[in-house]
């Protein structure tokens, strides 16, 4: 079998959007597997630990007052008085991708096999073969206008190290977002663009934190989907029903996520990895990582899914050893369904109750459709046996996940 | 060590309410043992395999024209022109207690140890030694207004069994609820008053459902909790401060619950038995079932609590061999915050967004009073580690439980 290596570089990366005009960076058959590296959009937030050292990175971050490598980072403006940025940061997750599946055409549905994922190494002399990552408390997270001690309102940054061997991560230090300059001379007093560097001499570190904890780690990509239909360029802020920036920590080694093919090819970008998240990403971000993964591509064509769990399915699919996860979102397709502001628009439309009452009938749907279940039935096996997880609150169209064991249908 | 029995009988039991008002059936030293037997209030849902031939629970559910064995039902009105029945039906889980701790007072804290639970066998000489439990997809249910076959709304009763030895549950039969007169003539369009029978003549049973599905057991009791201080008679539906229909499948053997007490004494009771339910109990009911448990309680005086994980407590918490867990609510203490009419009030709060501020705030003061976090260590540590997922839908203070691992702090 063909395995496909795709390296992070500016011109295998978009930055903070999706977009059905992109060209494929690579195209794959079905059954193929491909490499492909992810460098965290959080880097910047400690360049030493992250960046320096590592040709591509560096690359990929370079930003001087003469030249930005990756200019576009989100999907809004890139002309005009920009407050922001270009893109003006609507959307800030750095994508590999996007890669074509040959013959994959809407209505279709592309699963994506996560057979490995391993993280990319500080190339940086001082810090070599070490693994970082970054959890700020930010702007966008649940706590921000909800915090105790002062000052009031914050945003802080916590810098991790990943220990492959335990298996763990652990607090290095943390520091106070403090407005940073960026080189075309915009003041950003919050983190509210992409890929800014964090000038260390403006912050002041706090060694020591979390002493003696250490978290698990759950590698996973945060955002992993396919190029919607609806707009040329897409926010990777919100997950929609094409996948995205779906943020549930189970999207990982041994998971297969299947997604309803939108526009030719599919195009499959992926990105926004973690070393490990809580469910309800609560603060904003998760241990904000890069990972390099290992994936499989199958097609599915739209006349071979009756009979199959794939009968039906317009939204993401998540399937491993144990259960079928589908996803709930505030809004079920906020391009769709919000009018020409969709994207502006479904910042105001954050529920978990709309999010429940979405898993819901999606859960509702599968049953009956792929186990064959009257609606009775269905509801009163999701009551007894399905169970309910809050996916995140911080990425405007929220999310909780539904999940039903595999092992309940054994008998069948 | 005194283990004392305490069996369900018409004076052990109080029916849809906590109340204040009522003497200890049973009174505990801290440290002592109980066997506490807790019935079904949906028993009566299938009379044969659930009442049939058991002593205590034929009393229990006796209703006659001429006899009531237990008239309040509830915490509403007992007296007057009665819509459903005495007490309302504000209120429905039949409870066992309540249990008096020697010198619990207010600003202490209640341990309850879940030992073990066991279900109740059928006395029935037809269904001797097995045992069976309901699930109700009911009219507070989250589905209830939001169904897609005929007829529309329905409520629909699945009878269930559990199988000990393979500790998994498989539904018998299911039936669509249909009017039942109860022995002092009202009509029950709906199920809107706990304990009245189902005549079988009138419905028609439907075999064969859910073939070949097995649900994993997950023995718990539904509610458990302490009286309250706030009123002399609280309805059992909405969980809150101290316990109660807390809807929590993990509050099962091997865990801990922690309550605040509120009234000297504490008064415990519990009950609404579940053989299994998923996160959310999406029907309204879960499989609902008598249990047995055996119990330990603990008393944590006031002055004790300092440096513990009980410092500062004022909510439920669970304890067991892996987590953490603290309850978040649509209203943190909706007695005390809702007004003269809190019982009717709490019902149009309903909020799974609230659910989740509430269950943040409480993990973080866990975090910040038991562990000695800063604020900033509590919120990153939440957003990387802890996870949230939707406890209940259906209990009008509808919740979201939040957990951190116990193993984060094994090297501190």
């Not at 937030?45 to 990175?57: C, L, N, T, V």
């Not at 809407?106 to 057979?115: A, F, H, K, Y």
């Not at 989907?225 to 897409?234: H, K, R, S, T, Y």
């Amino acid at each position: 079998m063909t395995k496909h290596h795709l390296p992070a570089t500016p011109d295998t990366v978009h930055w903070g959007y999706f977009s059905k005009t992109l060209e494929p960076v690579l195209t794959l058959k079905s059954g193929e597997r491909a490499v492909i590296e992810t460098i965290t959009h959080h880097a910047n937030d400690d360049y030493e630990r992250m960046i320096a050292g590592d040709p591509a990175a560096e690359e990929i971050f370079h930003w001087s007052k003469d030249r930005k490598t990756l200019r576009r980072r989100g999907a809004g403006p890139t002309d005009g008085a920009l407050t922001y940025g270009s893109g003006e940061g609507l959307g800030v997750h750095l994508l590999t991708g996007p890669i074509a599946i040959e013959g994959a055409e809407p209505g279709d549905i592309i699963e994506v096999r996560i057979l490995d994922a391993w993280p990319r190494p500080s190339a940086n002399p001082a810090y070599q073969g070490r693994f970082f990552g970054s959890n700020p408390a930010a702007n966008w997270g649940f706590q921000y206008k909800d915090l105790i001690e002062e000052p009031k309102p914050r945003e802080v940054v916590t810098i991790y190290e990943l220990d492959m061997g335990e298996a763990s991560v652990k607090a290095l230090y943390s520091y106070l977002w403090t407005p940073q300059t960026d080189p075309d001379g915009i003041v950003h007093p919050t983190i509210d663009y992409p890929g800014v560097r964090v000038d260390h001499d403006t912050i002041v570190k706090k060694e020591g934190i979390l002493s003696g904890i250490k978290v698990p780690a759950r590698l996973h990509f945060g955002t992993m989907g396919l190029a919607p239909a609806e707009a040329d360029f897409v926010s990777t802020i919100p997950p929609n029903y094409t996948g995205g920036n779906m943020d549930d920590w189970r999207i990982a080694r041994g998971a297969r996520m299947y997604y309803p093919v939108a526009v030719p090819g599919g195009l499959f970008s992926c990105g926004d990895a973690h070393a490990s998240q809580g469910d309800s990403e609560l603060s904003g971000t998760a241990i904000e990582i890069s990972l390099t993964g290992e994936f499989e591509f199958i097609l599915h064509k739209k006349a071979d899914l009756g009979g199959t769990i794939l009968e039906g399915l317009n939204h993401p699919l998540l399937e491993n050893e144990d259960v079928w996860s589908v996803y709930g979102f505030s809004v079920t397709n906020y391009l769709a369904e919000l009018g020409p502001d969709h994207q502006h628009e479904i910042l105001k439309r954050s529920s978990l109750d709309n999010a429940m009452r979405d898993a819901f009938r999606k859960l509702r749907r599968f049953l009956m459709t792929t186990q064959k279940l009257s609606e009775d039935e269905a509801i009163s096996l999701m009551s007894v046996a399905a169970d309910f997880a809050v996916t995140q609150v911080v990425d405007a169209n929220w999310g909780v996940t539904g999940s039903i064991r595999k092992s309940l249908f054994a008998g069948r």
